[in-house]
């Protein structure tokens, strides 16, 4: 079993940088994928970096690229979600998630979600 809890969401300014972080805790023995996910209102869950168990290899979205970098600290139990030069499409509620790589919005377990929002 897995156990995820966000932090560091809130209002940001356009261009603006922001820095989420997920704590976990796993239970048992198992190897997971770790990453997040962001849903809009109106629109679908879609998929915005993970990064490997082992934290060798990592997935960016291509609509973030550039900008988001994903990180995990096995020593304090932490996974962080570095976002730069943010842009009010930004805003959503991101979600935390630990399942098999690679990561899947209909699978995996799930954090309770932090909101994000990009405005002036």
């Given at each position: 079993?897995?156990?995820?809890?966000?932090?560091?969401?809130g209002?940001?300014?356009?261009?603006?940088?922001?820095?989420?972080?997920?704590?976990?805790?796993?239970?048992?023995?198992?190897?997971?994928?770790?990453?997040?996910?962001?849903?809009?209102?109106?629109?679908?869950?879609?998929?915005?970096?993970?990064?490997?168990?082992?934290?060798?290899?990592?997935?960016?979205?291509?609509?973030?690229?550039?900008?988001?970098?994903?990180?995990?600290d096995?020593?304090?139990?932490?996974?962080?979600?570095?976002?730069?030069?943010?842009?009010?499409?930004?805003?959503?509620?991101?979600?935390?998630?630990?399942?098999?790589?690679?990561?899947?919005?209909n699978?995996?377990?799930?954090?309770?979600?932090?909101?994000?929002?990009?405005?002036?």
């Amino acid at each position: 079993q897995v156990q995820l809890v966000e932090s560091g969401g809130g209002l940001v300014q356009p261009g603006g940088s922001l820095r989420l972080s997920c704590g976990f805790s796993i239970l048992g023995s198992g190897f997971y994928a770790m990453g997040w996910f962001r849903q809009a209102p109106g629109k679908e869950r879609e998929f915005v970096a993970s990064i490997s168990d082992s934290g060798e290899y990592t997935n960016i979205a291509d609509s973030v690229k550039g900008r988001f970098t994903i990180s995990k600290d096995a020593a304090t139990k932490t996974m962080s979600l570095q976002m730069s030069s943010l842009k009010p499409e930004d805003t959503a509620v991101y979600y935390c998630n630990a399942g098999p790589w690679p990561l899947r919005s209909n699978r995996g377990y799930w954090g309770q979600g932090t909101q994000v929002t990009v405005s002036s």
